[in-house]
Structure formats: C-alpha cells, structure tokens
C-alpha cells in the first residue's frame, strides 16, 4: 500500500513561484531516502534534488541550485520542493521518488505519479 502522492504544480510566469508537496504512506518515512525527479518533453528523466532521512543532506541538479530547496517533514510523512525564479526550461512533469530500505541490504523504489509544471508567459 505504498503510495506517494504529488500535489501543487500548475501554471506560472516565468520568475514566479511553486511549492511541490509529496505525501507518502505505506511506509517508514522518517528513514527513507527521497528524491525529486523531473522528465521535460523529448528529454530523458532527471534527478532535480535529493535529501537523507534526517533532512541534513541535501544535492540539487546545477541547472536548478540556488532556486530550489528541497525539505522534508518527517511528522506528516511529506517531502517538498519549493521552486523560485522558476524558467521555462523548468517545464516537466514533476516525480516523487523514494527508496525504502524494508529489511538489511533489501531496498524498493517507489514512484509517485507526477505533476506538471508549467512556465510559460
């Protein structure tokens, strides 16, 4: 009953603003590794920001560091993605990504279903 449900995404001017939220259920959470993926037409899919269980680690693609920040919130089983000075190269469909580790050595990759981001003028 694993599942991770994406919300948030929509249409906005280049420069604006989104905040991606990721809800999961199914499973431990607070030890999980997530991770923002994004796929742009005709573009091969892309690892977008990743972040460690505790919320302490932290990688972002080149393309999108210093206008997104990629947070966790353990207590309601939920990662973000909160996109600044958002450009039209930033259109994709959105996916939540984790990989759970249900026994030692013993991991699954779980896959949310996406949301598109538009920027567009």
């Known amino acids: 009953q694993v599942q991770l449900v994406e919300s948030g995404g929509g249409v906005v001017h280049p420069g604006g603003s989104l905040t991606l939220s990721c809800a999961a259920t199914g499973f431990t959470f607070s030890t999980s590794l997530m991770r923002w993926y994004r796929q742009a037409p005709g573009k091969e899919r892309e690892l977008v920001a990743g972040i460690s269980n505790t919320g302490t680690s932290t990688n972002y693609v080149d393309s999108v560091k210093g206008r997104f920040t990629i947070s966790r919130d353990n207590s309601k089983n939920t990662v973000y993605l909160q996109m600044n000075s958002l450009k039209p190269e930033d259109t994709a469909v959105y996916y939540c990504?984790?990989?759970?580790?249900?026994?030692?050595?013993?991991?699954?990759?779980?896959w949310g279903q996406g949301t598109q981001v538009t920027v567009s003028s």
């Open positions: 990504y984790a990989l759970v580790e249900w026994t030692f050595s013993q991991y699954t990759h779980y």
